[in-house]
């Protein structure tokens, strides 16, 4: 894997290549994803926005073959992810259904922002814009050969048509 960086002289590195877990600390492969479009979504469970996990697994069980959501828990937005990975997870699938992707617990912004989040927010790795992440359920959504297409703040609900109208 190539170390991400702000260093714009340095060659971009691919989506597919960053290292990151699952919730129960299992690596996740992101080369399944390609040919499918990825909406990366950093979650919180006690967040004005947590009803949007629904509509992630809408999404979810609608494009199967076309789209992957994959939720990113983060603790970094007014402390709303403090729970266990055990916790989150049976809260998830409790309270919602959900069946998507969770991964491990990451920073999402500062000097601890895990690879993912490098990748999403610097365009010197994504070659496409610079971003930062601004609260929880703030949205990026990856074309289907691994390309950053745009992000979308957390008011943008998740079947809004500015997020589907790509893979439908």
């Known amino acids: ?5 702000n260093d714009a002289s340095t060659e971009r590195s ?11 600390g299992k690596h996740v492969d992101l080369k399944q994803f390609k040919g499918k479009h990825i909406l990366i979504v950093n979650v919180a469970s006690h967040c004005g926005f947590t009803p949007q996990y629904r509509e992630l697994q ?3 069980e609608t494009y199967p073959e076309k789209l992957a959501v994959v939720g990113v828990p983060c603790n970094q937005f007014g402390k709303q992810e403090p729970d266990s ?11 919602y259904g959900v069946g998507f992707l969770l991964t491990e617990k990451v920073k999402v912004k500062g000097k601890q922002q895990h690879p993912l989040y490098q990748w999403l927010t610097k365009k010197a790795n994504n070659g496409k814009k610079n971003s930062k992440v601004k609260w929880n359920f703030q949205k990026y959504l990856i074309d289907d050969k691994g390309q950053l297409v745009d ?3 957390s008011i943008t609900r998740p079947t809004n048509s500015r997020i589907t109208s790509y893979f439908v």
Do not use: G, R, W
Not at 1 to 5: A, F, V
Not at 85 to 95: A, G, K, L, R, S
């Open 14 to 24: 691919s989506i597919y290549d960053i290292q990151i877990n699952d919730l129960a």
């Open 151 to 153: 992000y979308f703040y």
């Open 1 to 5: 894997m190539e170390k991400l960086t």
């Open 58 to 60: 809408e999404l979810q």
């Open 85 to 95: 990975p055990e916790v989150i997870q049976n809260f998830c699938e409790v309270t």
